[in-house]
């Protein structure tokens, strides 16, 4: 049983380290591309669906190679989708790295500021907080991104709830399983939802944060990125905590009330 619930660790700690690598690959391609894309001699050839130049697809594709390269080979190696999980990982932290790697570049950009006119609004507008622009991109990426991280990241710990309910109830991994019929699986959609979307909505909150650093008068702009990305990782981190010690808790609570799944 000890193996196992460290294999699972392991899970864990493979979720949050995927998340880290392309977070801060985000960071340092914004602090790279805030240093030499003003002086890219293509910058003004809109060249892909008259938003993007080429570079941008080249790095575009750098983010997917990073965010995706585990999950791919954690499916090729196990020929399953067990660790189906890991792709939301992906998906989320490719996400945040769209959106961490646009406020790296407004940090460290000289004579570009983020505002109403900045390309990154993409029709969507925005809101200014305390003479700060964040656009409306940015909710959205911040909230999406967080939603799928942290429903890998809780997903990857329920075989330690069930190790845990294993050994409580004295009986094997298997026979420990819940039989439950196919609706459980809308049930633990809902145990998700319910245990991430209030976390999701504070990430609003440092959303803003991170956003207002941006157009700071903070110096040097080296440290602009600096507290820009801690402003993101530091609260991240602290609300996945949370959440995951929720959700474990109400998904032991249920299990041990109702060890055979009888209804």
């Known amino acids: 049983m000890m193996v196992s619930l460290k294999r699972k660790v392991t899970e864990q700690v493979n979720v949050l380290s995927l998340f880290l690598t392309v977070v801060l690959s985000a960071i340092a391609y914004g602090w790279i591309e805030g240093t030499i894309y003003p ?6 050839e809109l060249q892909i669906l008259g938003h ?15 965010g995706f390269t585990f999950s791919l080979t954690r499916a090729l190696a196990m020929w399953s989708l067990k660790k189906g999980y890991m792709f939301a990982a992906s998906a989320g932290s490719v996400i945040w790295g ?7 570049y407004y940090s460290i950009v000289r004579g570009e500021i983020l505002g ?7 029709g969507l507008g925005g809101i200014s907080i305390l003479s700060h622009w964040v656009p409306t991109i940015y909710f959205i990426l911040s909230f999406t991104g967080f ?22 109830m004295g009986l094997s991994k298997e026979e420990a399983r819940p039989r439950t019929p196919r609706r459980s699986k809308m049930i633990e959609f809902s145990r998700y939802f319910c245990s991430i979307a209030p976390f999701a909505l504070v990430t609003q909150v440092f959303t803003v944060l991170a956003a207002s650093v941006t157009t700071s008068d903070l110096p040097p702009r080296t440290l602009r990125v600096a507290v820009m ?35």
């Open 52 to 66: 993007f130049t080429w570079y941008h697809l080249v790095f575009c594709f750098m983010f997917l190679v990073i």
């Open 98 to 104: 769209f959106w961490i790697e646009d406020m790296g």
């Open 147 to 168: 939603a799928l991280f942290s429903a890998a990241y809780l997903r990857s710990n329920m075989d330690t709830i069930l190790m845990m309910r294993a050994m409580k």
């Open 229 to 263: 990305g801690l402003l993101v990782l530091i609260p991240t981190l602290i609300l996945l905590s949370i959440s995951s010690m929720i959700h474990d808790r109400f998904s032991s609570e249920l299990t041990f009330q109702n060890p055979r799944g009888d209804h």
């Open 39 to 44: 002086y890219y001699p293509y910058r003004d």
């Open 116 to 122: 109403p006119d900045s390309w990154v609004n993409w």
